[in-house]
């Protein structure tokens, strides 16, 4: 959570020095007429974060899957159920930000509705890989690891392209 | 066997809760969006005066010597915001001509009384 704090403000600051043309402003700047903004910050400080966290528990397990010391596939199953842990915490104010953001819009058209058609299979995905991990801790076979690796990548997929759709939504040309 | 039946219980769970999350999420954005939907539309009933013509055109000269500079001419936005469809109340277009916004627009206090500012806003209004 402060690490997730701490991104955000961070990049509130790099998007007011580097990017002045999305007309951000500093929290110092914040005024109600610019209220929006609060959750533009939120919203691109918060999602960064869990992409990452998810793209490398993935990683990590499809390591811990495939090394043959014992003690060194603990540890990265260990270290990806962690990451996979957080991601998923880290998803709900991405989640929530963006949905304030969208005005509470679903579905929505063009790079917006691209996002949505990659996010909302991403957060169930998510959510879901981490009950199953939660349940499951150490009782897992390996065969019953595949699987999951099969739906983590597919989440890491998932989440990289709401990412790019995201970025399409600021960045985007259209 | 029984880790596999251990493991197919918990992916059931697993699926459930991913369902549970993503449609529980899905449904409180739908009625979330749905009651601020309503509020708008009924606030914006209440709130829209008819917009006398004379104002209007009033407004529109003031909007040319004073706004258009950053908004454009034609008040789709450029350095500053769009201002089509404002969904603010008129007090808070006021506060705004009034005292500026920092770092963003200047203030107006000077230049425009409150029957340019009312003008001014009656133009705003009748943008849609």
Not at chain 1, 108 to 136: C, D, E, K, Y
Not at chain 2, 46 to 63: E, I, W
């Amino acid at each position: 959570m402060l690490s997730l704090g701490f991104s955000t403000v961070c990049q509130a600051f790099i998007i007011r020095d580097f990017a002045p043309g999305l007309r951000l402003a500093g929290f110092a700047e914040m005024t109600p007429l610019l209220a929006a903004n609060v959750w533009e910050i939120m919203h691109g400080g918060s999602t960064h974060l869990p992409i990452a966290l998810m793209l490398v528990s993935a990683v990590s397990d499809g390591l811990g899957y495939i090394v043959r010391t014992d003690r060194l596939r603990e540890r990265f199953h260990i270290a990806g159920f962690i990451m996979l842990i957080a991601g998923t915490l880290g998803v709900l104010p991405a989640v929530l930000s963006g949905l304030v953001l969208a005005r509470w819009e679903i579905g929505g058209s063009g790079a917006l509705f691209w996002h949505h058609i990659f996010v909302w299979p991403t957060f169930g995905l998510l959510v879901g890989l981490s009950v199953w991990r939660i349940i499951v801790r150490g009782r897992r076979s390996r065969p019953g690891l595949f699987i999951y690796l099969v739906f983590a990548f597919l989440a890491a997929v998932l989440v990289s392209a709401a990412g790019f759709w995201g970025g399409e939504i600021l960045l985007g040309s259209s | 066997m029984k880790t596999a039946m251990f493991e197919l219980k918990a992916a059931l769970c697993a699926v459930f809760a991913g369902l549970l999350a993503v449609g529980s999420t899905l449904g409180a954005a739908m009625l979330i969006s749905q009651s601020v939907l309503q509020t708008r539309s009924a606030t914006k009933a209440n709130a829209d005066p008819v917009v006398q013509p004379a104002l209007v055109t009033a407004g529109a000269r003031l909007f040319a010597l004073n706004c258009s500079h950053c908004h454009a001419d034609d008040a789709t936005g450029d350095e500053g915001p769009d201002l089509h469809g404002l969904t603010k109340s008129d007090a808070r277009i006021k506060a705004i001509i009034t005292n500026g916004v920092k770092g963003e627009m200047p203030s107006f206090k000077k230049k425009l009384g409150d029957a340019d500012q009312a003008a001014l806003i009656g133009f705003l209004r009748s943008l849609r």
